[in-house]
Nanobody, 126 residues
Framework: QVQLDESGGGLVPNGASLKISCVAS????????VAWFRQAPGKEREFVAA??????????SDLDSMKGRFTIERDNHKNTVYLQMNSQTPKDTAVYYC?????????????????WGQGTQVTVSS
């Protein structure tokens, strides 16, 4: 089992960059694939990016609104997964959640992740 704790969110201006973190507690973190999802006010939670347990494979949302601006990476020595977000717009305003599932794979489906953090709020001003 793993527990997840996101941090690094905040209020940023339009066009800014931000890097948020997800720290995991528990053993064998490298055996867990991790993903970032986000949920904007009044909308469903959506997939952003995922990374396999070893970090060898990554996968990103194919939505035009996110393409090419986000980078997911992990440091298993620190039990941490990061999401770098560039050129942010107000449409990126959401609560960002990290989620984990046991397996060295990257999955995009919300229901495949049994472990979730509490989320970190990212607000991009116009």
């Amino acid at each position: 089992q793993v527990q997840l704790d996101e941090s690094g969110g905040g209020l940023v201006p339009n066009g800014a960059s931000l890097k948020i973190s997800c720290v995991a507690s528990g053993r064998a973190f490298g055996h867990y694939g991790v993903a970032w999802f986000r949920q904007a006010p009044g909308k469903e939670r959506e997939f952003v990016a995922a990374v396999s347990g070893t970090g060898q494979f990554t996968y990103y949302s194919d939505l035009d609104s996110m393409k090419g601006r986000f980078t997911i990476e992990r440091d298993n020595h620190k039990n941490t997964v990061y999401l770098q977000m560039n050129s942010q717009t107000p449409k990126d305003t959401a609560v960002y959640y990290c989620a984990a599932q046991r397996g060295d794979t990257y999955l995009t489906t919300l229901s495949r992740y049994p472990y979730w953090g509490q989320g970190t709020q990212v607000t991009v001003s116009s």
